[in-house]
């Protein structure tokens, strides 16, 4: 069953904002959002665009409600259904949670995760979902079949750090923490 499909059953409710700059061009800046949300609509009124000097100043912008199905289909695409369910398992407190994504990768039609700590040179999209059961709907969305034998649930040991440091599969001799036979850790 392909991802988009799964999205809308049981699907978590997702608040997505952003943030238009002075010196960004609000048209573009929602035509990215839409890239991964195609029905992103802002609540808030877009500003209309300015000649310099620009005198506007930075606005959030929301909309409430958006569809996965988009974004889930770009995760499946670009193969990184391993990251997005890390990523976006990392900020859950129970059946909500928040992850980041990048503006400049979404206004080419691409999912980049934002970590924390990385400077927001060209903009980030703020994801908040909300919904019972959402940590066995984040892991129904992102499986694939090496789940099979690399089983994955959310918090498990082998997520990776909030770094974006990748988990260990290897103690420190170098030998795998991953009983081969069975697929469970040693």
């Known amino acids: 069953m392909a991802l988009a499909a799964m999205a809308g059953v ?49 606005l959030r912008v929301n909309c409430d409600g958006c569809a996965p199905d988009r974004l889930l289909e770009q995760i499946e695409t670009q193969r990184i259904l391993d990251t997005a369910l890390d990523v976006m398992s990392q900020n859950m407190r129970g059946d909500s949670g928040w992850f980041d994504l990048s503006l400049q990768a979404a206004a080419a039609g691409k999912v980049a995760f934002s ?34 034998s690399v089983p994955r649930t959310v918090s498990d040991d082998l997520r990776m750090q909030a770094d974006g440091s990748p988990g260990e599969w290897f103690d420190a001799k170098g030998r795998p923490t991953i009983n081969k036979d069975d697929g469970s850790l040693d």
């Not at 970590?115 to 999209?125: K, M, R, T, V, Y």
């Not at 979902?129 to 090496?146: F, I, K, P, Q």
Request: net charge negative; glycine share 4%; no cysteine.
């Open 115 to 148: 970590l924390p700590d990385e400077p927001e040179n060209a903009g980030s999209i703020r994801v908040e979902m909300e919904g019972e059961g959402l940590a066995e709907w984040l892991e129904s969305v992102t499986w694939h079949h090496g789940r099979h």
């Open 10 to 58: 049981n699907s978590p409710r997702l608040s997505v904002s952003t943030r238009v700059q002075p010196q960004d061009s609000p048209k573009k800046v929602a035509e990215a959002v839409q890239k991964l949300f195609p029905d992103w609509v802002s609540e808030t009124p877009l500003p209309d665009s300015e000649a310099f000097p620009v005198t506007r100043v930075s």
